[in-house]
């Protein structure tokens, strides 16, 4: 009985260090499931951190890529606004050039009307001082002629001189 004593004691501390490896063992089992577990969370929260790392960057591009556009349109507005201005401007200087030469040519006009009046009216009176002389001189001349037929000279000379000098003059 003994033996069967020690034999069942035996047999219980055997089970009890079988049963002490087998939880032994399926607890360093549980712990490597539960860290596998862990890794395998850890990966899927970083692959989840990445995914919605790369959508936020994704958003920010669009973002800023919708500000650019944005940006572009009201700039494209602006410089249309102000080639738009910039013609007007040239359009209002080059009326404003058109009046000034406009201007300029009718007063050169106008100076050289009132020139050519002036010469005109110089030369109509230079014509009449002419004629003025002219009258004066014939009728000094017929007086001579006059005086040396009544003296009973010979007015042929004078008379030709006269002719000559005529000639000459027109």
């Known amino acids: 009985m003994k033996s069967s004593l020690m034999e069942n004691r035996e047999d219980r501390i055997l089970n009890k260090q079988v049963e002490e490896a087998e939880a032994k063992s399926i607890k360093i089992w549980q712990e490597q499931q539960l860290r596998r ?11 989840k951190g990445l995914i919605e790392k790369r959508q936020a960057e994704k958003d920010m591009e669009k973002q800023q890529e919708r500000e650019f556009a944005e940006y572009m349109k009201i700039r494209n507005q602006e410089l249309d606004l102000m080639d738009a201005h910039e013609k007007q401007e040239a359009k209002l200087r080059e009326e404003q050039l058109r009046n000034y030469l406009k201007k300029q040519a009718d007063l050169k006009k106008e100076k050289a009307e009132k020139e050519f009046k002036e ?29 040396w037929q009544q003296a009973g000279k010979n007015i042929k000379p004078l008379i030709v001189e006269l002719k000559n000098y005529k000639k000459r003059v027109l």
């Not at 577990?37 to 692959?47: D, H, N």
């Open 37 to 47: 577990e862990q890794l395998k969370q850890q990966v899927e929260q970083s692959r």
């Open 119 to 147: 010469e005109m009216a110089e030369r109509d009176r230079v014509l009449a001082q002419l004629d003025e002389n002219d009258k004066q001189f014939y009728s000094y001349a017929e007086r001579a002629i006059n005086e």
